[in-house]
């Protein structure tokens, strides 16, 4: 497998934080590949030191075989990064701030205009590109921040957290937009605190936390660290709750997690246990059940597992 960015051992301090503390990672060329964790996991720094905005400590880190401190300029013409926060002129429109990134990036005065209008198309922007950044919505600016990134199509595009505060209908246009990258060749690195993000979009992931990398593999292969099958239940009174965890804290092979709803609550089940049966001793001893569900492991479950993160905090 030929891979778009090697790391050997890094390190970043500040002072005396370790943010990134003996990173080794290999992210395969022309694959979406998520770093998931939780804030200050060291993603964010990670990230800036791929795209050389940060130095290093120690250690190495390879984009194409190029080493971004000793040949940073040759690693930035094949990186491109989106942060956080949109990097455009509001006070400039949609179009305006596109051509001046085309000019910017060596585009005569017609190839500027056709390429900005290109990527405004592609992304959807086209009929919003008389209208000022200041009066578009989050959604757009992602949009438009993500084609600024793209004016030359890079070979690797990291993507820092881009659909953080974005409504239902606009991640899923910025998801179809990281698809379409990864179709046409470009590498992705995508970080990311939503857990459904990296199932959905990731070849690959892996698991951060206090700059650490705690766990790589595919979302089954994640999924397969926990084993045992999930059952959620909802009872039709909160009150009884307490009763039905005396219960099935009496049935061998589950185990109970509390959930966040007063009404609800999981299980872990062992694969020796039929879920079925659980839910059928709750029955006879007369709790009420008006929902259930049954199912393998999530990437949710797997991201508390190793952080052990409570999701009420998240």
Same mark, same amino acid.
């Given at each position: 497998?030929?891979?778009?960015?090697?790391?050997?051992?890094?390190?970043?301090?500040?002072?005396?934080?370790?943010?990134?503390?003996?990173?080794?990672?290999?992210?395969?060329?022309?694959?979406?590949?998520?770093?998931?964790?939780?804030?200050?996991?060291?993603?964010?720094?990670?990230?800036?030191?791929?795209?050389?905005?940060?130095?290093?400590?120690?250690?190495?880190?390879?984009?194409?075989?190029?080493?971004?401190?000793?040949?940073?300029?040759?690693?930035?013409?094949?990186?491109?990064?989106?942060?956080?926060?949109?990097?455009?002129?509001?006070?400039?429109?949609?179009?305006?701030?596109?051509?001046?990134?085309?000019?910017?990036?060596?585009?005569?005065?017609?190839?500027?205009?056709?390429?900005?209008?290109?990527?405004?198309?592609?992304?959807?922007?086209?009929?919003?590109? =008389?209208?000022?950044?200041?009066?578009?919505?989050?959604?757009?600016?992602?949009?438009?921040?993500?084609?600024?990134?793209?004016?030359?199509?890079?070979?690797?595009?990291?993507?820092?957290?881009?659909?953080?505060?974005?409504?239902?209908?606009?991640?899923?246009?910025?998801?179809?937009?990281?698809?379409?990258?990864?179709?046409?060749?470009?590498?992705?690195?995508?970080?990311?605190?939503?857990?459904?993000?990296?199932?959905?979009?990731?070849?690959?992931?892996?698991?951060?936390?206090?700059?650490?990398?705690?766990?790589?593999?595919?979302?089954?292969?994640?999924?397969?660290?926990?084993?045992?099958?999930?059952?959620?239940?909802?009872?039709?009174?909160?009150?009884?709750?307490?009763?039905?965890?005396?219960?099935?804290?009496?049935?061998?092979?589950?185990?109970?997690?509390?959930?966040?709803?007063?009404?609800?609550?999981?299980?872990?089940?062992?694969?020796?246990?039929?879920?079925?049966?659980?839910?059928?001793?709750?029955?006879?001893?007369?709790?009420?059940?008006?929902?259930?569900?049954?199912?393998?492991? =999530?990437?949710?479950?797997?991201?508390?597992?190793?952080?052990?993160?409570?999701? =009420?905090?998240?």
């Amino acid at each position: 497998m030929e891979y778009a960015v090697t790391i050997h051992q890094a390190v970043r301090t500040f002072g005396a934080t370790r943010a990134v503390d003996g990173v080794d990672l290999q992210i395969p060329k022309n694959s979406v590949y998520a770093l998931l964790g939780p804030n200050g996991a060291g993603k964010t720094t990670l990230v800036r030191m791929i795209a050389t905005l940060l130095r290093p400590t120690s250690g190495e880190i390879m984009v194409f075989g190029k080493h971004v401190v000793r040949r940073a300029d040759e690693v930035r013409r094949d990186i491109s990064l989106t942060g956080q926060f949109a990097s455009l002129d509001e006070e400039l429109t949609g179009s305006e701030n596109m051509r001046m990134l085309t000019r910017l990036y060596g585009y005569r005065s017609s190839g500027a205009n056709m390429r900005a209008d290109e990527l405004l198309e592609a992304f959807g922007l086209l009929d919003a590109g =008389s209208r000022q950044v200041k009066n578009y919505s989050g959604g757009m600016r992602r949009r438009l921040d993500i084609a600024a990134s793209l004016v030359v199509q890079p070979r690797i595009i990291c993507l820092d957290e881009p659909t953080t505060g974005l409504d239902p209908r606009s991640r899923n246009m910025v998801w179809t937009v990281v698809r379409q990258l990864a179709a046409s060749g470009t590498t992705v690195l995508l970080t990311t605190q939503y857990l459904e993000e990296a199932d959905q979009l990731s070849d690959r992931i892996a698991v951060i936390d206090r700059g650490r990398i705690i766990a790589e593999g595919t979302s089954g292969e994640l999924k397969q660290l926990i084993g045992s099958a999930k059952l959620h239940i909802r009872l039709h009174n909160a009150g009884e709750r307490e009763r039905a965890l005396e219960v099935l804290e009496t049935v061998e092979g589950v185990t109970i997690v509390r959930d966040i709803d007063s009404a609800a609550l999981s299980c872990d089940i062992s694969g020796t246990v039929d879920g079925y049966e659980v839910l059928g001793k709750l029955v006879r001893e007369g709790i009420a059940v008006d929902e259930f569900s049954f199912g393998r492991p =999530s990437l949710d479950d797997v991201f508390f597992m190793l952080t052990r993160e409570d999701p =009420s905090q998240l």
